[in-house]
């Protein structure tokens, strides 16, 4: 049996003005539950949420509601809802305003429901007594129609990693998603359903002088976007360029009292805590926190503990424990809100697979480039010139990708410069398992289309879903600790901004993240834009794969995945008990961990439904 999100988790969802739709809000509400209303009377908007993350507006037949991270006033909210004719022109208003946030709509009896470009606002819709629903969570709409697990989606989140598309689709039958940069539209019928594209990612086209400004300003309103509010803000501080970037921002506003926080590595060639300091030095006014490595959990603990109720499994689980540690202490000093720098990675650098197209546009400078890539990620001669001289298609990579999922891994490069990292199962998957996974990549191939035609383009975007979906749950479980975490690179616009810049400046093997130490020139000290190096944090996933051996012994004691027939535990056990084993160096078992986890926390919540 599901369940609405749990612990008083927000969710929200969208009914059409029809007949049935009071009698449907009814399956959708639970305690605390809240509800905004069609001019008929009949329910709209019916969930949880803060006070402090939604505004609406209402003129004539229109509603207009943002809810989420958007400093929409409710003046233009009115404005708009007033000038508003057809939910087509929302695009504009989309395509605008900063921040974080659904967008929904309704209209002259249809409705528009939006989350964002980047996935980490996501949108889904199922056929609820006939009445066409919409949720920000696609457990709600499993609960509300009783639906069933979808096993193959189940084997299909196994694999390492999910390719683009199939890592979308729920796992349950009967509910369908909405691809970021989509709105689902609601026609008047309450019943009839369509996806439109609202988003393109833009032209690459921009030099390093041109962007940083937009950059610059993007990444500032984003910022503002948190701390425009007042009270106390904390962010991270890791001596990265990213946080770093994001706090002399902050700073700057002087809209908030910040606390800069700073968990050092257990590593001792880990320089983070140097960098750190020498950023909070330059701070004034930002208290600098920095906590204990030795209380900072290590990479799997607490898998036992987790019972977040989540809509997908997620391999964020594995860091969970280290994302919330110091929820509760920042929330104790004051901290409304938590500010990370997640997502830079994603958005001011790009994937490598952008010189597979530079190399045919611009050999020789390409080849230059090449070469010190090879040299900095110590790639294999044979397996790069196979990856540079591969012009297959998305669609024949995507069959092929389902030909041989128990291939060995492939070098990193193979990844790096194609059409992403072909996914793979492991030897304690089920030969069942394995079954389904292909037969899913097949038939998505039938139809799929890459993200973007150019190779790094599409690798871009991915990754960015990808981090975003993590964040996602990381945000849910963060919120429920007692402190909201947020992510202001994976803000739309922030992501448009770093997006037109042409994939050669962006990514380099002579200079690291140059985009961002152009945009941030005038704003973080010269000293802190020199930094070169990046903590790997390896020593603590393999410190706490040692350390979190039995619980994994546990896991697999009675394993869930087992009992869908999905894998072998006996092999998970023995590799359980071999920490140090060769293979366990690359994530491997992150997918196979997070199925568990999720699945445990599903059979929890629905015993907890049903008392």
């Known amino acids: 049996m599901l369940s609405r999100p749990g612990h008083g988790g927000a969710y929200f969802a969208v009914l059409p003005d029809r007949a049935p739709g009071p009698a449907v809000a009814t399956v959708l509400s639970g305690p605390d539950t809240r509800v905004l209303r069609h001019p008929s009377g009949r329910p709209w908007l019916v969930g949880r949420w803060p006070d402090d993350e939604i505004a609406v507006a209402e003129a004539g037949d229109a509603r207009l509601a943002v809810i989420g991270r958007c400093p929409a006033a409710a003046g233009r909210l009115a404005a708009e809802a007033a000038r508003l004719r057809d939910l087509a022109a929302l695009d504009a208003l989309a395509l605008t305003l900063p921040g974080c946030f659904h967008l929904v709509a309704a209209l002259g009896g249809r409705c528009r429901v939006q989350g964002t470009a980047s996935g980490l606002r996501l949108v889904f819709h199922a056929l609820v007594d006939g009445l066409a629903v919409a949720a920000d969570r696609a457990d709600v709409l499993a609960a509300a129609i009783g639906a069933g697990l979808d096993e193959r989606q189940v084997a299909v989140r196994l694999l390492w990693p999910v390719p683009h598309p199939l890592g979308r689709t729920p796992l349950w039958h009967g509910v369908t998603a909405v691809d970021p940069g989509h709105h689902l539209l609601v026609e008047r019928d309450g019943r009839t359903t369509r996806h439109r594209r609202w988003w393109a990612p833009p032209e690459p086209v921009r030099t390093l002088a041109e962007a940083a400004p937009g950059v610059r300003a993007a990444l500032d309103e984003a910022v503002a976007v948190r701390t425009r509010g007042g009270g106390t803000v904390s962010l991270d501080l890791s001596g990265g360029l990213d946080s770093t970037s994001l706090c002399f921002l902050a700073a700057a506003r002087r809209e908030a009292r910040l606390i800069a926080s700073t968990w050092p590595g257990r590593d ?53 424990a280290r994302v919330l540690a110091h929820a509760p202490r920042l929330a104790a000093m004051g901290s409304r809100l938590h500010v990370t720098g997640i997502g830079g990675d994603h958005v001011a650098w790009c994937s490598e697979a952008a010189y597979h197209g530079l190399l045919r546009r611009r050999p020789l400078w390409a080849l230059g480039r090449l070469r010190g890539f090879r040299a900095l990620f110590h790639w294999p001669a044979g397996p790069m010139a196979r990856a540079l001289a591969d012009s297959r298609p998305y669609r024949r990579w995507l069959v092929d990708s389902a030909a041989d999922l128990r291939a060995p891994l492939p070098p990193p490069v193979t990844g790096a410069l194609g059409w992403g990292a072909p996914p793979r199962l492991f030897g304690w998957v089920t030969a069942e398992a394995v079954r389904l996974a292909a037969e899913a990549i097949s038939e998505a191939a039938a139809g799929a289309e890459p993200l973007a035609p150019d190779r790094g383009a599409h690798a871009d975007l991915h990754s960015i879903h990808d981090c975003s979906r993590v964040i996602r749950q990381w945000e849910q479980a963060s919120a429920r600790a007692g402190l909201p975490l947020t992510s202001p690179y994976l803000d739309d616009r922030v992501i448009e901004a770093c997006l037109s810049v042409r994939p050669g400046d962006r990514v380099s093997p002579w200079r690291y993240k140059p985009l961002l130490a152009a945009a941030m020139r005038d704003v973080v000290p010269g000293e802190c834009l020199r930094r070169a190096t990046k903590a790997a944090a390896a020593l603590d996933a393999a410190d706490g794969l040692r350390r979190h ?30 920490p140090d084993a060769p293979e366990l160096r690359q994530a491997v078992l992150y997918s196979t961990i997070g199925c568990e986890v999720w699945l445990r926390t599903l059979e929890h919540a629905g015993k907890e439904a049903a008392r």
């Open 268 to 320: 001792p060639a880990d320089d983070d805590l140097e960098w750190a300091r020498r950023a909070a030095a330059r701070l004034p006014g930002v208290e600098h926190v920095v906590w204990p490595p030795e209380e900072s959990p290590l990479v799997y603990a607490g898998l036992l503990e987790i019972d977040d109720t989540l809509d997908e499994p997620t391999i964020g689980v594995m860091d969970r």
């Open 549 to 578: 051996a039995p619980d994994l012994r546990v896991l697999w004691e009675d394993s869930r995945l087992a009992r869908l027939g999905l894998v072998d535990p006996a092999p998970l056990r023995d590799l359980a008990g071999r």
